[in-house]
Structures are given as C-alpha cells and as structure tokens.
C-alpha cells in the first residue's frame, strides 16, 4: 500500500471502554447482529496475525459477495487490520483504530485503503456510497457498544 493510494476513513466518539469496543470488534460471529452489510461466513477464527476471516458482504455498495480476509495486525486492544482481494488489481486493506480518550470514551476510527489497477477508479466512482456505509457501520459499533456498557 502507499500514501497515494485511495481510501476511506471514519471516525466516531464512542462513551464505552476500549476493551469493551475491542470485544464487539473481535467478536466476528456477532457481526451479523449489528453490522449493516458484513458478517461471518464460515468458522470463527482466532484473532491472530494470518487467520483467515471468511465474510459476506450483504446489501452495501460491493453487493452480494463473499470473501476471505486475512488478519494482518493485531495489537489487542488498540488496533486490527485484515486484507483481502487480488494484489495488483483490487485490494483492500481494512483497519480498525480504538484510541481511549477519557474514562470510558473511546476513538474508533475505521479506515480502508485500496491498491491496484483498478482502485482508483471504482473508489471516485463509489466515494460517496461508501463514506456513507463506512459511517452506517462505525454509528452501528456504537449503538451496540453503548447499549451493553449502559
């Protein structure tokens, strides 16, 4: 990945802990209970550095899909990061950033950037779609985040 490469990045305020955040993130078989358009599609991994998370994507901008991420940093509880897609061509690098601000507030911030031929042009074709997912699904790990900690 470089610098230049587009991508999209989200963040929210959430008045939870950073473990409690954390827990909800890596709990990938409760995904499909608060997460607008992704969720787990096959076992549920560890959350280690080369697991496989097999996913759906359901009704966001991609489509109906599956797809294979692997988990590519984990450094519990302050930031994960899995990829997926075709090097060269269309791949995506997801990461997820729990930043503690005060007692019980947590900085999620949750950014993709894509590399590969094809990149640049789906991401300015589909920018404002998926900001908006992107912001559906940060809002989304907030409500639950809140409502359990309530």
Excluded: C
């Excluded at 963040?11 to 358009?37: C, K, M, S």
């Excluded at 984990?74 to 997820?96: K, N, Y």
């Excluded at 503690?100 to 404002?128: C, K, N, Q, Y």
Aim: net charge negative; proline share 6%.
């Amino acid at each position: 990945m470089r610098e230049n490469d587009p991508f999209i990045s989200v963040t929210i305020d959430i008045a939870a802990p950073q473990t409690r955040v954390w827990q909800i993130l890596t709990a990938f078989e409760d995904y499909a209970t608060w997460h607008p358009v992704l969720s787990l599609n096959g076992p549920v991994p560890d959350v280690a550095v080369g697991a496989e998370l097999p996913m759906r994507l359901s009704g966001g901008v991609a489509g109906d899909q599956e797809f294979t991420g692997e988990i590519v940093e984990v450094d519990a509880p302050r930031r994960l990061a899995w990829q997926g897609g075709v090097p060269g061509v269309f791949l995506g690098r997801h990461s997820f950033d729990l930043v503690p601000l005060s007692e019980g507030i947590t900085r999620f911030t949750d950014t993709e950037r894509w590399s590969g031929s094809m990149a640049a042009s789906v991401i300015a074709e589909h920018r404002t779609a998926l900001e908006q997912e992107y912001t559906r699904s940060a809002e989304a790990l907030k409500a639950v985040a809140e409502a359990h900690d309530a």
